[in-house]
């Protein structure tokens, strides 16, 4: 089956940090740019991470810029979202998300990817 899978969330205390991963399953992320966005109860989706197999550099929505790091890694065909300084507003479900790109893709409403969708992990921020 052809999936995306995202692991790594669970409960922390503000200040702390997570490593989230999302493994690709029944194909490679190469040739894809990866992507991580959240949505918290009551609020819109936002998009938070992109990474593609581009030179050009990764992308970071001002939220999370400078507290996150998106990383791969091409042998376990993975991708990371390193999550420190969690905040309490960081709560959110995480979903990761592909799309077969060379770049990370853009719409009016942010960052779009679209092929393939995770069931979304969970990341709660205690203060």
């Known amino acids: 089956e052809v999936q995306v899978v995202e692991s790594g969330g669970g409960l922390v205390q503000a200040g702390g940090s997570l490593r989230l991963s999302c493994a690709a399953s029944g194909f490679t992320f190469d040739g894809y740019a990866i992507g991580w966005f959240r949505q918290a109860p009551g609020k819109e989706r936002e998009g938070l991470s992109c990474i593609s197999t581009n030179d050009g550099s990764p992308y970071y929505a001002d939220s999370v810029k400078g507290r996150f790091t998106i990383s791969s890694d091409s042998d376990k065909n993975t991708v990371y979202l390193q999550m420190n300084s969690l905040k309490p507003e960081d709560t959110a479900v995480y979903y990761c998300?592909?799309?077969?790109?060379?770049?990370?893709?853009?719409?009016?409403?942010?960052?779009?990817?679209?092929?393939?969708w995770g069931q979304g992990t969970q990341v709660t921020v205690s203060s």
């Open positions: 998300a592909a799309e077969r790109s060379p770049e990370c893709l853009f719409s009016y409403y942010g960052l779009t990817l679209r092929d393939y």
